[in-house]
């Protein structure tokens, strides 16, 4: 049965990308696309996107369109582009107006606005292509008006008359609020009551907490993090409107996208490997260690990290942690993020503490961040909360092995390795502390000096299957549920 998909998404990769939304919404997009459904990826066309490199055409009969939000008028045109590596088609809503600016999002007083045009204007493509989606599939905060605008504004329109909505929340920490003094930029007249109450008498209007309200699904990003929202510690204020819809929320672990990340054809990478010539992965390291002017030898264990510098990552943990145990173990550490200014700080110090055995590189790097996953011998992500996470998945395929925390998607996709009986892919502790931390990595030091259990945890991380074939079929299910 083949199915017709809006999907709209703030960001996409490769075009535009500050986080996991990006890939997701580009690789369900393609995942759907081969498997023959008509699926139609909508995002906004933003100055960042290089047009000399993602060609674009005019789509016919969506140029200079007048779309309104509220007392505002916007005038946009539609481009499109085929995804990389697939005939997908992106449709790029172009609006100098709101999208050409320095970054993708902003602390302007019009940022609703933005994402509110954009919604409207992807109800307005669908009425002039006469196409109607079986399933209108929103992603956080930018978009999570569309199911209370598909009851409310378009309930009128025949064409969305058989259209359900499906939200996810990648990150529920970015909620979109603002001022209820804007009430009018929703165009909702008379159908103001269908905005939560509370929040309008306590001056603000919350996108991301109508998208839970409305949709006739949600989801989030692994089936941990879909039961851990619904809690206070870490439903950020939506755990009363996640508890009263809990039969509507599904936790569905995002998958990996193979073709970038896989030691078998990494084409970051000089020399490939698998589960049966783990003898190449030895040799990256050396380079590696020899690239970065490493001073230990290639016998003893680093541990890598790929992260952005903020406390969701747990970097709290690794000022007390990381020290102490580069003081007692032997072991070399390479760091690659940026982020917050204390923690650019420490990590920087720590290389000057521990010369010729911590590098620290500020920024974020591609060709890097494939080596480290390639060369490393663990991972570290001890994140206080982490939706889904991908870098762990990565590692797992890399035979770089994880020490996470039990929280989200890492609880998911992360087995903790069990010597009596050889199975597990990792290290995993509960405790949100630098003591859990430290016993997680001296656990992960103690092992890679047992090499027969060692070599089981590596290969059986590299065994495990995260790829799109099986996460995206979840997504269709939800969607046939849905529609029948």
Not at 23 to 48: C, E, I, M, N, Q
Not at 244 to 267: F, K, M, Q, S
Not at 419 to 432: E, I, L, S
């Amino acid at each position: 049965m083949s199915l017709t998909v809006c999907l709209l998404a703030s960001e996409a990769a490769p075009l535009s990308k500050t986080g996991g939304l990006a890939d997701v919404s580009s690789a369900l997009t393609k995942y759907l696309h081969a498997a023959g459904h008509d699926v139609r990826l909508f995002t906004p066309l933003y100055s960042s996107i290089n047009r000399s490199k993602f060609p674009m055409q005019p789509v016919e009969g969506l140029q200079s369109i007048d779309v309104g939000v509220g007392p505002h008028r916007y005038v946009m045109s539609v481009m499109t582009t085929p995804m990389p590596g697939s005939t997908a088609p992106i449709y790029l809503i172009d609006c100098p107006a709101l999208y050409s600016r320095p970054t993708l999002y902003t602390a302007d007083p019009d940022e609703h606005l933005r994402f509110l045009a954009f919604t409207r204007a992807v109800f307005t493509c669908c009425q002039r292509m006469q196409w109607s989606p079986q399933v209108l599939h929103c992603n956080d905060w930018h978009t999570a008006f569309a199911p209370l605008f598909l009851k409310a504004v378009y309930d009128w329109d025949r064409l969305f008359a058989g259209t359900r909505s499906v939200l996810t929340i990648h990150n529920i920490g970015y909620q979109g609020v603002f001022t209820s003094s804007a009430i009018e930029d929703l165009s909702l007249g008379p159908k103001n009551y269908m905005l939560h109450q509370d929040d309008l008498k306590a001056g603000r209007i919350n996108p991301l907490r109508h998208g839970i309200i409305y949709a006739d699904a949600i989801t989030t990003v692994s089936p941990t993090h879909a039961r851990e929202i619904c809690t206070d510690q870490y439903g950020m204020g939506l755990q009363d409107s996640l508890r009263a819809r809990r039969g509507a929320l599904v936790g569905i672990l995002n998958g990996v996208d193979y073709d970038e990340w896989d030691p078998r054809h990494d084409h970051y990478l000089p020399k490939h490997f698998d589960p049966d010539t783990l003898g190449v992965k030895a040799q990256l390291k050396q380079q590696l260690l020899k690239r970065l002017n490493l001073q230990i030898p290639p016998e003893l264990p680093v541990a890598g990290i790929v992260s952005r510098l903020a406390s969701q990552k747990g970097i709290d943990l690794m000022l007390e942690s990381l020290p102490q145990v580069l003081e007692w173990r032997e072991m070399g550490l390479i760091a690659l993020g940026s982020g917050d200014a204390p923690y650019e700080k420490f990590f920087a110090e720590l290389q000057e503490n521990f010369p010729g055995r911590v590098v620290f590189k500020r920024g974020y790097d591609d060709e890097l961040a494939h080596w480290i996953e390639a060369a490393c011998d663990m991972f570290l992500m001890p994140s206080l909360y982490e939706p889904c996470g991908l870098n762990q998945m990565y590692s797992l395929r890399y035979g770089t092995v994880p020490i996470v925390r039990k929280t989200g998607g890492l609880a998911d996709s992360v087995e903790n390795y069990d010597a009596a009986t050889g199975q597990g892919t990792g290290v995993v502790f509960n405790d949100y502390n630098a003591e859990a931390l430290e016993w997680g990595l001296n656990t992960a030091l103690d092992l890679y000096a047992e090499p027969e259990h060692w070599a089981r945890m590596v290969r059986n991380g590299m065994q495990r299957d995260f790829s799109w074939q099986r996460q995206g079929g979840l997504y269709v299910d939800l969607y046939k549920r849905l529609i029948a």
